[in-house]
Each structure stands twice: as structure tokens, then as C-alpha cells.
């Protein structure tokens, strides 16, 4: 079992940046293919990033996060965050992390086998 927590999440005006964090305390997050999605209400939920297992830390962005957000690890906190710049109002939902016990960045949120409670990011003047 992985035990998922997501931060970091707010309120921020257009333009801005927020970093979310994605730590687990049980396994080493390196072994897992993480992804960022997000959901809003009555939506499905939609990858934002994601990033293969450490042998090769591939990262996939799809058109409307390509250059604007960015999927990291960092070995030592056993963390991988999400750096999100340019913020638009369109990015405001819910967003989970989750993990799949597979070797490849994956898109499909039912390749992923554990889940994180959701951070809520809020854009708006």
C-alpha cells in the first residue's frame, strides 16, 4: 500500500505560481510512475504531467500544461512536485497525484494504483 499526501495547493491570481508536493512515507516514490491530474466537478479526471519511474524520469506534458508546468522528483525527500507557472482561471480543480506500479509515464488514470486525498488550486483575481 502507498499512502499518498498532495500540498501545497491555494488561491492565486492569474499569472501566478503554486508548487504542489507529493510525498509518501512508506515507499520510495522512485519505484513508481507518478502523475499530476486534475478534476473538477462533473469533469473526468485529466492528466496535467507525468513522469516514468526513475530509471529514466521521462516526463509527458500534454498540450495545455506543455510549458507551463513542470513534473519533478526529489530522491532525497522522496517527493515529486509540481511546478505550475502562468496560471489561467481554466486551471482552477482539484489535483492528485498518483502512482502507478509500472516503469513508464503513463496518461490513463486507470493505469495508476494509488491515489492522494486531491490539493484544491483556486485562479482568480
Known amino acids: 500500500q502507498v499512502h499518498l499526501v498532495e500540498s501545497g495547493g491555494g488561491l492565486v491570481q492569474p499569472g501566478g505560481s503554486l508548487r504542489l508536493s507529493c510525498t509518501a512515507s512508506e515507499r520510495n516514490l522512485e519505484n513508481y510512475a507518478i502523475g499530476w491530474f486534475r478534476q473538477a466537478p462533473g469533469t473526468e479526471r485529466e492528466v496535467v504531467a507525468a513522469?516514468?519511474?526513475?530509471?529514466?524520469?521521462?516526463?509527458y506534458y500534454p498540450g495545455s500544461t506543455q510549458g507551463r508546468f513542470t513534473i519533478s522528483r526529489d530522491k532525497v525527500k522522496n517527493t515529486v512536485y509540481l511546478q505550475m507557472n502562468n496560471l489561467k482561471p481554466e486551471d482552477t480543480s482539484i489535483y492528485y497525484c498518483?502512482?502507478?506500479?509500472?516503469?513508464?509515464?503513463?496518461?490513463?488514470?486507470?493505469?495508476?494504483?494509488?491515489w492522494g486525498q486531491g490539493t484544491q488550486v483556486t485562479v482568480s483575481s
Open positions: 513522469i516514468s519511474s526513475s530509471r529514466s524520469n521521462s516526463t
Open positions: 498518483g502512482a502507478a506500479e509500472i516503469s513508464v509515464a503513463v496518461t490513463n488514470p486507470r493505469w495508476y494504483d494509488y
